[in-house]
T-cell receptor, first 110, second 112 residues
Framework: LAKTTQPISMDSYEGQEVNITCSHN???????ITWYQQFPSQGPRFIIQ???TKVTNEVASLFIPADRKSSTLSLPRVSLSDTAVYYCLVMDTGRRALTFGSGTRLQVQP | DSGVTQTPKHLITATGQRVTLRCSPR?????VYWYQQSLDQGLQFLIQYYNGEERAKGNILERFSAQQFPDLHSELNLSSLELGDSALYFC???????????FGQGTRLTVV
């Protein structure tokens, strides 16, 4: 199972774009990159998933370079409600365990 | 609402006791995952079931056990409880082994 490394915490201000980078040097060919968001005392919520290049949905974009050894979650124009912990996961959709790392604690200030 | 239902929402019990946490997955989801999250800690993967069979095991203590029933709901049994077992226990479900898993609101267990 590919190990991921993310910054422990990040600070931002409302209206700014936030980019959280995750390193996954030993990602396998069949692995997908997935990001989750978790608010205090709530279960994690799926944000976005990608395999390569760029994926965009209504809440975020995911940038994956050609070597796939890292990925960047981009949150446009964050608000206070985006304050949460963000987890990067790497897994083969055929694999067995959905394992979370330590995550990045994002604090958005007014 | 994720569609995953966990009961009870809160549970307070004494050390040495046994409790059962219940999870009803989203309709159609065959995979169920259990996680433990202690205060300000990360999510610890405990165990996964797929269509009634154990599929993966994480850091689950021998005092803990789980099962998935034919109707696909799952139960996590915690026995000989210790103070350190106090935590939020989350259940998640997904279609097969998909990365998009849906989490319940959790059961907050307090052992006193």
């Amino acid at each position: 199972l590919a190990k991921t490394t993310q910054p422990i915490s990040m600070d931002s201000y409302e209206g700014q774009e936030v980019n959280i980078t995750c390193s996954h040097n030993n990602i396998a060919t069949n692995d997908y990159i997935t990001w989750y968001q978790q608010f205090p005392s709530q279960g994690p919520r799926f944000i976005i998933q990608g395999y390569k290049t760029k994926v965009t949905n209504e809440v975020a974009s995911l940038f994956i370079p050609a070597d796939r050894k890292s990925s960047t979650l981009s949150l446009p124009r964050v608000s206070l409600s985006d304050t949460a912990v963000y987890y990067c996961l790497v897994m083969d959709t055929g694999r067995r365990a959905l394992t979370f790392g330590s995550g990045t604690r994002l604090q958005v200030q007014p | 609402d994720s569609g995953v239902t966990q009961t009870p929402k809160h549970l307070i019990t004494a050390t040495g006791q046994r409790v059962t946490l219940r999870c009803s997955p989203r309709s159609g989801d065959l995979s169920v995952y259990w996680y433990q999250q202690s205060l300000d800690q990360g999510l610890q993967f405990l165990i996964q079931y797929y269509n009634g069979e154990e599929r993966a095991k994480g850091n689950i203590l021998e005092r803990f056990s789980a099962q998935q029933f034919p109707d696909l709901h799952s139960e996590l049994n915690l026995s000989s409880l210790e103070l350190g077992d106090s935590a939020l226990y989350f259940c998640a479900s997904s279609v097969s082994g998909q990365a998009e898993a849906f989490f319940g609101q959790g059961t907050r267990l307090t052992v006193v």
